[in-house]
């Protein structure tokens, strides 16, 4: 059965790039959103195997929704989304609970290879 995947980004065309991303690898994008608070109702709603997150959002960060999401379900997958030179967040967002994270621009080898090391 595929993977469903819940993609949370502030950017449309972000969200866009990895939805192409994942869906040419067999991914199924279950849901996106596009702040930290929308990211926890859309997760209580899909209830995804992944969340890919980007950091810095609106209205609720992604450093926040991870550790929302985490009260939820503990054993959820999160892989984070950060920009470079956003270091000290990746680690507070690993701390958070995240199991990984990608670096913008994106790669599309390094997102597959994060999703499939987190969800296979």
């Known amino acids: ?52 997150m980007d950091i810095t959002m609106p209205e609720m960060d992604g450093i926040q929704a991870v550790k929302e999401i985490k009260k939820i379900n503990p054993d959820a997958n999160i892989v984070m989304c950060s920009a470079m030179g956003q270091q000290a967040m990746v680690i507070e967002s690993i701390q958070a609970g995240a199991k990984d994270f990608v670096v913008k621009p994106f790669q599309s080898d390094r997102v597959i290879e994060a999703v499939k090391k987190v969800i296979g």
């Not at 199924?28 to 195997?49: F, L, M, R, S, T």
Request: no cysteine; proline share 2%.
């Open 1 to 52: 059965m595929s993977k469903k995947i819940l993609i949370v980004d502030d950017a449309a065309f972000m969200r866009m790039m990895i939805k192409d991303i994942l869906t040419k690898n067999g991914y199924i994008v279950a849901g996106e959103a596009e702040n930290g608070v929308k990211a926890v109702e859309k997760y209580k709603e899909i209830q995804p195997d992944l969340v890919i």
